[in-house]
């Protein structure tokens, strides 16, 4: 499995941004996916978490109610639509999966840049 991110890039804070994850490789297996966020010289932490059976989400104190996780099984995309955007949101942004056969997937991050 192979995850690969866009979508990040500099917003004015209150602006909005729009993340998409893209799986690919046997993505069959694939339990549950989500997006963290590490911002410099902190420890990566949990954004939002989304299963692939049933669609339950999960999200971060910090961005419920802003922040949206959904994905499109057939066409192996998650995204992230995160609203009302916040200084302290800066960090790079990564996609996760779980996936069954070979256990924690990461993609390699998009950075994402909110200016005060």
């Known amino acids: 499995v192979q995850l690969v991110e866009s979508g990040g890039g500099l917003v004015q804070a209150g602006g909005s941004l729009r993340l998409s994850c893209a799986a690919s490789?046997?993505?069959?297996?694939?339990?549950?996916m989500g997006w963290y966020r590490q911002a410099p010289g902190k420890q990566r932490e949990l954004v939002a978490t989304?299963?692939?059976?049933?669609?339950?989400?999960n999200y971060a104190d910090s961005v419920r109610g802003r922040f949206t996780i959904s994905a499109d099984n057939a066409k192996n995309t998650m995204l992230l639509q995160m609203n009302s955007l916040e200084p302290e949101g800066s960090a790079v942004y990564y996609c996760?999966?779980?996936?069954?056969?070979?256990?924690?997937?990461w993609g390699q991050g998009t950075q994402v840049t909110v200016s005060s």
């Open positions: 989304i299963t692939n059976t049933g669609g339950s989400t």
């Open positions: 490789g046997s993505t069959f297996s694939i339990n549950a």
């Open positions: 996760h999966a779980l996936d069954l056969r070979v256990g924690v997937v």
